[in-house]
């Protein structure tokens, strides 16, 4: 049996990076920048992957990717 968690984090990302700029998803084609990325899983559920957000402190954007599959 398995069943999953809601991610508590889940849809916080804007109260702990209000003012970032969304640059849309890279399985999409959106080019990220060359700096280090800081990594927030803003999935529905816990362990999905379904929505990573990495995150440029540097330029102030995050682009998202799914890795559910
Ligand atoms: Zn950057």
Redesign the pocket.
């Known amino acids: 049996m398995t069943f999953r968690s809601p991610n508590p984090k889940h849809g916080k990302f804007s109260e702990v990076y209000p003012g970032y700029e969304d640059c849309g998803w890279l399985n999409g084609g959106a080019k990220?920048?060359?700096?280090p990325?800081q990594e927030y899983d803003n999935s529905f559920y816990i362990m999905r992957g379904t929505d990573i957000i990495y995150i440029?402190?540097?330029?102030?954007?995050y682009w998202h990717v799914d890795m559910s599959d």
Request: proline share 0%; charged share 35%.
């Open positions: 990220m920048c060359d700096h990325k440029c402190l540097t330029c102030k954007k």
